[in-house]
């Protein structure tokens, strides 16, 4: 196993008893600024995600990292430190990032690898060693880095640069690289990071697409096919934050993307406004047969067996002998679906389970439905 980890270069650290420790063994999970609230971050607004990730039911579920996303950084001093915005974050990152903790929750900041970032604050170029002492100091144990401003760099060379800042830096944190996907990180990610981005950003929408590089998470989907043996246990592709909750989505297309990404055994980072989230979204997110799924230790990210056009299966081999399998309409109308378990290439004796209905199938050797648009379907195979 230790020979395996070397050869990866995954992170590990040290527990209290001298074992060591993957870091994000299995794919993150938390709430990220970005989505919902843009630059209009403060200090307040993370003490109540924290309280309300509490409150809500998502801790226990899972949820556990509150990441502040661009915006929170203001200048540098003389000496070249990051100076947070002193209106927003008037107690200082270093108190938030103490709140955070005694909530039982994780802290995690932004920085982007060239001269500035994508909101055009000061960026970590030039700065990765000093900016990862500061992020220790402040007991930081994330960190998501951008890629804006960042003319004529090497990606893996300014991702690299900030890896080994970040293990010098004495602290345990999580890097996430946000390069979009640009240099194939996905062949090179696991030994400089724990997840990295595989594509430009998510929208708040189906299947839209921006000039600016933008698009619904459905095509953002369409972009994971064949990633998936880059991934596993403490090296993860980012397919983005969810969207879940953000007001666009229909309660199936939510429903369809949430089960996606874990399917593809993708970070969540819930993405909404959790002071003001209905019932709705709230089971979606804390969904605990969907994110078992998720963060099954296995960490194999799931992949596409069937494509028919407007009708898809993807199937996820988990611990025990287990399989998640989603069967998706992207098409307007119903689909009357009728899939053997064998076709796509499960062999053996399962009890179904749905996700979403909880409802228990009893055997399975077929799945029979109809799938309304942009419906999915998905169920646990429990091996018997
Ligand atoms: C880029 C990233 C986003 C977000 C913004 C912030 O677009 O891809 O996820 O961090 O910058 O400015």
Redesign the pocket.
Known sequence: MKKILLLLGVFTFTLANGQKKMLAATPPMGWNS?NKFGCNVSEQLIKQTADIMVSSGMKDAGYEYIII???WQVSRDTAGNIIADPKRFPSGIKALAAYVHSKGLKFGL?SDAGTG???NRPGSYNHEEQDARQYAAWDVDYL?F?W?NSQGLDAKVQYTKMSNALRNSGRDIVFSM?E?GTSDPWYWGAKVAQLW?TT??IINCYDCKENWGGSGWVLILDQEEGLEKYAGPGHWNDP??LEVGNGKLTFKESKAHFSFWCLLAAPLLAGNDLANMSDTTKNILTNRDAIAIDQDPLGIQGSKKIDQGRFEVWTKPLAGGDVAVIFFNRGETPVDANVSLKSLGINGSFKAKDVWTKKDMGLLTNYKGTIGMHEAVMLRLVKQ
């Open positions: 970005w996303d661009d915006c932004y970032t994508c909101q998501k951008d804006c946000c979009w981005r430009g950003d983005d934050m």
